[in-house]
């Protein structure tokens, strides 16, 4: 696994351009969240998402200005949406894209003799680094349990709580960049870094917040947006109903009211086919209820959920 210290606190250009886009790639994929996911984004994944939707608001007539990405991972998609958008409608649209994730950055806790931990917002361990050599911490692979992964695992995580706990830095965060602590006669340094993509298009101008959709905050959000898009989080796989009603709701509220669109999409991959994506783009009618304005491929397994939802009245 290739190491956080090593690629994400060197600026980008220490490499060309195919280097870094394997090294993010292995990166990202080999990044696993506290929820068992990874954090890779294929580039290109959402292209007929994309396609769809411009197919859908092209015949309206409609130029919505405001959009919001919801669980951007490391932006690319984002990215690419945005691309899509700007040579669909133009560069001068005035288009302004907010993106939003539970894990957009982590932090980097560099010890004493080349021990290195990065951490999310909770303090849970997602990587660990000794001198270089570096280790999500997950058993992945059936070959890495013969190797004893479980039991370096808890041991590592064991030692990792023991230590946070010593030093007594979990209630400190959220960490501010280049915090020195000292720790057993050693300075221990504490630095903020950006799980984003590095080779965004669009980075100068697309801002992406740390957010939980299931707890949300921005209560400026609320009518703010006129697209949100939701690809590859709100399935029934990952939340019980009750939380994907939750989260429904709180986009719901964030859509500019009538008239604003929600984009759900989620791709399907089964064994031996291609990636094929599902979506549904939903239109906050003047009633305040969602309808179905237009689907891909049968469109998203949530869309009962959708239309079900009680209407939003500001
Ligand atoms: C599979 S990626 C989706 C990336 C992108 N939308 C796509 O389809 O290519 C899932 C992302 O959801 C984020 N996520 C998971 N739970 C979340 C939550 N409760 N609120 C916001 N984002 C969440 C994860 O951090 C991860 O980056």
Redesign the pocket.
Known sequence: MISAHRFLTQPPESWDDATLARMERAFFNDLV?P?G?T?S?EAG??ATVDAFFLDQIQPTGLSPRRFL?????SGI?TDEWLSSLHTALGETAGLSMTG????PKAWLVEFPLGLRVLVDRAMRPLQFDLGGLAWSGACRRPSHYLTGCPVWRALARGLWGRVTAELSLAGKFPLTADRPLVCLGGRVTVREVSLLSRRLRHGAVLRVEE????APGFPEWAGAFDVIRV???LHPCYFPLERLKQGLEVLARRLHAPGGLLLLAR?VEARGAPPRNEATLFRLDEAGRLVAAGRLNGGVEVEPLVLALAPIFR
């Open positions: 969240l929820s996911a954090k984004t994944r959402l990405d919801v669980a951007v991972s998609t939003s994730d539970l894990t957010e939980d959709l299931m690809a590859n989080l791709t």
